[in-house]
């Protein structure tokens, strides 16, 4: 694994001199560059001078375990990014909470197996590598919009501009170009080259909210984009790799024969084991970067969500109804909407404690109506800041900031209601797409 030509480095920090001394040697075999730390703080000041591409970390150490490590090399915005692996005897469900809650991206229990440590670095190395690719591609994509509105302001003060030269040479009352005399005709000609010079000036005029408008549903477009290339990466490099690796297992065990040793028979099973979960795991990512359920139809795609969703959430149950006559949404569409119920339902369980909520799609004639409800908590809704997109974003609400946007692409209208104690409620209405079409 490298980056930008050079070999990935991986910083290992674990206090029992053998196991760092392992781990040391296995990763400088498979090709990285290796930083071994004894101690949580010292490994915390070589990170910060110098961000790893990858932290291998054990959970039980003196002075400062694991997960303190972790949290704080989360907190540093320079190291956030890092993934974290960690590597520990402690395998009970609440210890790898515990890791997977402070910023770990996995968890591998001693002792462990050599095989299963490179696949997993390995993988969550690709997946960074790509993240920042993505966030490369973003970078980029801001700055296009930037220079773009830039562009169109200095249009905008050009022709405002020429707007104020031309209404500064009119000659008021004289005779204009209809070749007539008379006051009349001079009014119709002097209101008819302010109107030109108006109509001049406003189709070269964007407003501030259009620009914003314009530049966040680029965002959100690129990033669906971005979506599909991450995936179809994935599939095409480390999944292909699971694969290729789990095939060569079971040909080297097809090739043994009945004098083997039960060890090794052992060793082979372990692999393949280790290989298929690294393949199913790879495989959640890329349906969820580009998920194959937007092509099956809005019914389909937001019933196999609402069933993912409550999984998810545990104690939460999601429910949903979509009026079958929808089901031909373009896949556009259908792809918004899913977004707006993951993120409705993320926000209304994790802030609102919500337990139940109720999902409908339905088919309003030349419009679509999509509803939330849920019973959490509630808000005072008259001290919300409402459903523009700045006023979320700035305020600390980015999924009700990320809704306002996807709302905005669907051309349509959202409206937000809620009161303590009395749960939450969303109603979105948009134009039928398919309406439009046979209109034209």
């Known amino acids: 694994m490298k980056r930008n030509g050079m070999k990935a480095t991986v910083m290992v920090v674990d206090d029992t001199p053998a196991n760092l001394d392992l781990l040391d040697r296995m990763l400088r075999a498979a090709g990285y560059r290796v930083l071994a730390f ?3 703080r010292l490994a915390l000041e070589a990170a910060a001078e110098t961000p790893p591409d990858l932290i291998v970390l054990d959970v039980l150490m003196p002075d400062m375990d694991g997960f303190e490590v972790c949290r704080r090399l989360k907190a540093n915005p320079r ?3 890092v993934p974290v692996l960690f590597i520990s005897a402690l395998g009970d469900t609440s210890d790898k909470l515990r890791a997977f809650a402070c910023g770990g991206a996995d968890y591998i229990t001693k002792p462990f197996q050599e095989e299963e440590v490179l696949a997993r670095a390995g993988a969550h190395l690709e997946i960074a590598a790509l993240q920042r690719r993505l966030r490369e591609q973003n970078e980029n994509l801001e700055r296009l919009v ?8 200095e249009e905008r003060a050009r022709a405002l ?3 104020a030269e031309r209404i500064r040479g009119a000659r008021w009352g004289e005779e204009r170009s209809l070749g007539l005399d008379g006051p009349a005709t001079s009014a119709v000609s002097e209101f008819g080259a302010l109107s030109e010079a108006i109509e001049e000036l406003a189709e070269k005029t964007y407003t501030r909210e259009e620009l914003r408008a314009r530049y966040v549903g680029a965002m959100i477009r ?6 599909k290339i991450f995936a179809r990466e994935l599939h095409d490099g480390p999944l292909q790799s699971a694969a290729a690796a789990i095939r060569r297992v079971q040909m080297a065990r097809e090739s043994m024969d009945e004098n083997s040793s039960g060890e090794l028979r052992e060793l082979l099973d372990t692999a393949e084991e280790i290989m298929k979960n690294a393949g199913d795991e790879l495989r959640g990512f890329c349906e969820k970067l580009s998920p194959s359920w937007v092509r099956l139809g809005l019914v389909s795609a937001i019933d196999e969500n609402a069933a993912t969703l409550s999984r998810a959430h545990g104690d939460a149950n999601v429910e949903a109804t979509t009026d079958e006559t929808l089901d031909s949404l373009p896949e556009e569409h259908v792809l918004a909407l899913v977004r707006i119920m993951q993120e409705a339902v993320s926000n209304s369980v994790r802030h609102g404690d919500a337990r139940s909520i109720q999902v409908r799609v339905r088919n309003e004639g030349r419009t679509v109506r999509f509803s939330i409800r849920d019973d959490g908590k509630g808000f005072d809704a008259g001290e919300h800041p409402g459903t523009e997109y700045e006023r979320l974003r700035t305020s600390g609400r980015r999924g009700l900031a990320n809704i306002s946007e996807r709302v905005r692409l669907l051309r349509g209208t959202i409206r937000l209601e809620s009161s303590p104690g009395e749960g939450c409620s969303i109603d979105i209405v948009f134009p039928d797409p398919r309406e439009t079409v046979a209109d034209q």
């Open 38 to 40: 004894p101690r949580g």
């Open 79 to 81: 190291l956030a990014s």
């Open 146 to 153: 930037a220079e773009r509105t830039r562009e169109l302001v």
């Open 161 to 163: 501009r020429s707007f």
């Open 222 to 227: 690129a990033e669906e984009k971005a979506r």
